[in-house]
């Protein structure tokens, strides 16, 4: 019995804090924007409503549902090529360096010169 009063205990301390958590990055959230945002950009004021969906809406789109505790599915991909580069001669390393950036050689934008070779042109 004295288990289980204190997994009550455990689990509504958790269960007060995180609400607690919630509530205050909301808070936090709503006043920011209400301080800054619309006197720079002109936008509207939120609510403390508005704030906790800006919130939601936030980690779904940038940090999943993921905790850390949790590796996920790209936590072995990372650490079988963490093993996989422990594994490589110095040798093997630079051939593969080498490799990725040919690779992304393609991705980087060109830089314009500016008249008269002075640099970058912006």
Do not use: Y
């Not at 509207?44 to 850390?68: D, N």
């Not at 630079?94 to 008269?116: N, T």
């Amino acid at each position: 019995m004295k288990r289980g009063k204190w997994f009550l205990k455990k689990g509504l301390t958790v269960l007060l804090v995180a609400t607690g958590a919630v509530l205050l990055f909301g808070f936090i959230v709503m006043t920011l924007w209400n301080a800054i945002l619309p006197a720079v950009i002109h936008a509207g004021t939120l609510t403390f409503g508005q704030a906790l969906g800006l919130l939601v809406l936030s980690k779904i789109l940038f940090g999943g549902f993921r905790g850390p505790w949790r590796g996920g599915p790209g936590s072995r991909w990372k650490q079988g090529m963490k093993d996989r580069w422990l594994q490589m001669t110095p040798e093997d390393r630079e051939k593969f360096k080498q490799d990725w950036k040919g690779r992304c050689a393609a991705w980087k934008r060109p830089v314009e010169e500016a008249p008269g070779g002075e640099g970058p042109a912006f």
